[in-house]
C-alpha cells in the first residue's frame, strides 16, 4: 500500500514530487526562494526536485536533502528551449513528478509544454518586472500567467498582471517573498560576527553605518546614495560611513564610475565598497539604517524586509513592492519602521539620511522592532512556504491526472 501523509499541507495524500524550475542557482531572490521552497517541501514530506544550469546555490540545496538536476534550462536559444520541453518531460516521467513550478521565463516556456504533454499542474511565481511593452515582449512574458496557479511577490505585481496579462483572480496568488525570521533574528548574532564585520569594513566604533547592499548596478541607486552622502556630510558633524556592499557581476565599467564619483566627492573617507557580503544577519546588525534607493520599482525587494527583521530601519523608494513593505512616518507617525522617498531624487534621500542619522538611539531603536514585529507578523519565511505549499495541496487535490 503507497504511503499515505497523515499531517501537515499534503495529508491524505501520498509524499507529492515537486519540481522546480529556474535558469540557474546563483545568488538572488528568486534563487534563494527556490531553496526556501525545496526546504518547506522536504519537511511537508515531499521530494524536492531543481532542475537548473547550476549554480553557487547547488550545494546547499543538496545538502538539504533535495535533488539538483543539472540541465541547460538558462538557454533562450529557441532549439535548445524546444529540446528542453523533452528533457523535462523525461524527467516528470523518470521521477513521477506531480507537480512543476517555473520561476523565470525562458525555461517557463519549456516547462509549460512539458507539464501539459504530463498532464501535471503547472504553476508560475513571476518575480522580475511585469512589462507593459513592446507586443512581443509581452507575449513572451506572458507565459508567466499561464499556470493553473500565478504567483505574484506583492500586490504591486499582481495588479501589473491583471492590468496587462488580464490574468483572472481565481488563479492569481499574491505571496510575498518571506524572510527566516529564525536566520535574520538579532538575537541570533553572536557579537564576534559583528566586530568581524566592522574590521572587514574598516569602520570605526560608534560610527552611523548606512547600508546599501545590492549588486552593483545603476537602476540600485548606489550613484544616488554617494550624492546623497555628499550632501549630509555638508550638514551634519556627525560621523557616518555608506557602505555600499554587493557583487559587480562583470559590470567593471560602473564599478569604475562609482570610485570616479567617490574621489570626485571627496567621500573616500565617508563610502566604502566593500564587495559580497555573505554574513548578511550580521550586516543588518551592525548597520544603523539600511538603504533601498532604487531607481525603478522593485517588484518586491528583498531589502527591506531582511534589514527590518534585523532591527534596522530602511530608506526605500517610494515605489513598487517596497511601498507595501516599509511605512514612512508621512503614513502613519506611531507605526514608522522607516522613511520611502522619491525614486532618484537625492535630495529627498539626503532629507531622509539625515533625519535618521538625527533620530535619537531609543526613537530609532523603536522603529526598528516595530518594523521586526511586522515582518514576523506579515512577511515571514514560514507564512510565505505555508501559503504556497497551500496552492500546491489544492492543485493537486483538484487536477485529475489520466489514469
Known amino acids: 500500500m503507497a504511503t499515505v501523509l497523515e499531517q501537515g499541507p499534503f495529508a491524505g495524500m501520498k509524499p507529492p514530487v515537486i519540481l522546480q524550475v529556474i535558469p540557474t542557482l546563483d545568488t538572488g531572490g528568486a534563487e534563494r526562494t527556490t531553496l526556501d521552497m525545496a526546504a518547506a517541501i522536504l519537511r511537508a514530506g515531499g521530494r524536492a526536485l531543481v532542475a ?28 535548445e528551449m524546444i529540446a528542453n520541453i523533452w528533457r523535462l518531460r523525461a ?24 507539464a501539459r504533454l504530463s498532464h501535471v499542474p503547472f504553476v508560475t511565481t513571476y518575480h522580475s518586472k ?23 511577490n506583492s500586490a504591486f505585481t499582481a495588479e501589473a498582471i491583471r492590468r496587462v496579462h488580464h490574468t483572472p483572480d481565481a488563479k492569481l496568488f499574491t505571496v510575498p ?13 553572536d557579537p564576534a560576527r559583528l566586530e568581524t564585520l566592522r574590521q572587514a569594513w574598516d569602520v570605526k566604533a560608534g560610527e552611523f553605518i ?18 546623497a552622502a555628499a550632501r549630509l556630510r555638508e550638514r551634519t558633524r556627525q560621523p557616518f560611513t555608506l557602505v555600499l556592499a554587493g557583487d559587480a557581476q562583470g559590470r567593471d ?9 567617490i574621489a570626485r566627492l571627496d567621500l573616500s573617507d565617508r563610502v566604502k565598497l566593500v564587495g559580497h557580503v555573505s554574513d548578511m544577519p550580521a550586516a543588518y546588525l551592525l548597520a544603523d539604517a539600511a538603504l533601498a534607493p532604487s531607481l525603478e520599482a522593485e ?40 522613511f520611502r522617498v522619491e525614486p532618484g531624487n537625492i535630495e529627498a534621500l539626503a532629507g531622509a539620511m539625515g533625519q535618521m542619522l538625527a533620530l535619537d538611539p531609543h526613537a530609532r531603536a ?28 489544492h492543485l493537486l487535490k483538484t487536477t485529475e491526472r489520466p489514469g
Open 366 to 393: 523603536t522603529m526598528g522592532q516595530r518594523g521586526r514585529a511586522r515582518i514576523c507578523a506579515e512577511f515571514s519565511l514560514d507564512l510565505m512556504c505555508a501559503t504556497t505549499l497551500g496552492i500546491y495541496a
Open 299 to 338: 517588484p518586491f525587494g528583498r531589502v527591506p524586509i531582511d534589514a527590518q527583521a534585523m532591527d534596522c530601519p530602511a530608506i526605500v523608494s517610494d515605489a513598487g513592492g517596497q511601498r507595501e513593505t516599509v511605512i514612512d512616518p508621512a503614513e502613519n507617525r506611531g507605526a514608522a519602521t522607516g
Open 52 to 79: 537548473s544550469h547550476g549554480g553557487r546555490l547547488v550545494p546547499e540545496l543538496v545538502a538539504m536533502g533535495a535533488s539538483h538536476i543539472m540541465l541547460p534550462v538558462h538557454s533562450k536559444n529557441p532549439i
Open 210 to 227: 548606512f547600508l546599501l547592499p545590492a549588486r552593483l548596478t545603476r537602476w540600485k541607486g548606489q550613484g544616488p546614495a554617494i550624492e
Open 130 to 152: 511585469v512589462h507593459e511593452g513592446p507586443v512581443s515582449k509581452v507575449f513572451y512574458n506572458s507565459v508567466m500567467t499561464r499556470g493553473d496557479a500565478v504567483i505574484a
Open 91 to 114: 524527467l516528470i516521467a523518470r521521477e513521477d513528478v506531480d507537480l512543476v513550478h517555473a520561476r523565470s521565463r525562458a525555461p517557463a516556456w519549456s516547462a509549460l509544454a512539458a
Open 253 to 261: 565599467g560602473y564599478v569604475t564610475e562609482l570610485r570616479a564619483l
Open 177 to 189: 517573498r518571506g524572510v527566516d525570521t529564525h536566520m535574520f533574528d538579532p538575537q541570533a548574532v
